[in-house]
């Protein structure tokens, strides 16, 4: 697909199917992208400005030189993205998955980086000034000429892992991958986040909100069932 160029501000791509797309210089400010399927597409240069890319997938996308100010991007998976001299100046990227994305030269100045994962990704010469980075992964992450970094909280040893709580990730993140209905996805996602839980809290909720979720449909169905009738 190619969209090389192509004004999409404010566009609605909730789930969208871009796969591969080409999106170089594309204008997708404020765009809605929760969710969406970004698998290796190429945006270098675009603008994505404010666009909402929560829970989206960009996994070995093209992103050199773009505009990603103000960005959502919790929970999103980078995983080997190309980020180059990318502008994420203020993005939210709580929870997103960065491991072995390249950051060269990246600019983060004031983002939201609590709980990231930068495994062997590389940050040399990024820009870190007023970044929050406490809970973030930078295990094996090159930080050669970092910027302004604060690490307070930041794990950068496997030893640190053992002396705080996990990460919340492993079965709760893969009953939060199994659900299609936006809404419970958005409230487990919340319970991911909150480093105040930990895994086996989270699982408990997590079935509570599927139980709650699931009998107000049952209820649902019964009154339109029944108010058919009448």
Known sequence: MDLTGATLEGAKLFRGHLSGANLIKANLTNADLISANLTSANLREANLREAKLSQSNLREAILRQAILRQANLITANLTGANLTGADLTGAELTGANLTGANLTGTNLTGANLRRAIFREGN??????TRAVLRGADLRGADLT????????????????????????????????????????????????????TNQKFIIKKVFMIIQTIYLNRISAHYFHQNKNKN
């Open 145 to 196: 000429g970092v910027i302004g970094a604060d690490l307070t909280g930041a794990i950068l040893r496997d030893d640190q892992m053992q002396q705080g709580r996990q990460p919340t990730q492993g079965v709760a993140y893969e009953i939060h991958n199994a659900f299609d209905n936006f809404e419970t996805k958005k409230r487990i996602t919340l319970l991911l986040l909150d480093n105040r």
């Open 123 to 128: 940050l040399t010469g990024a820009t870190l």
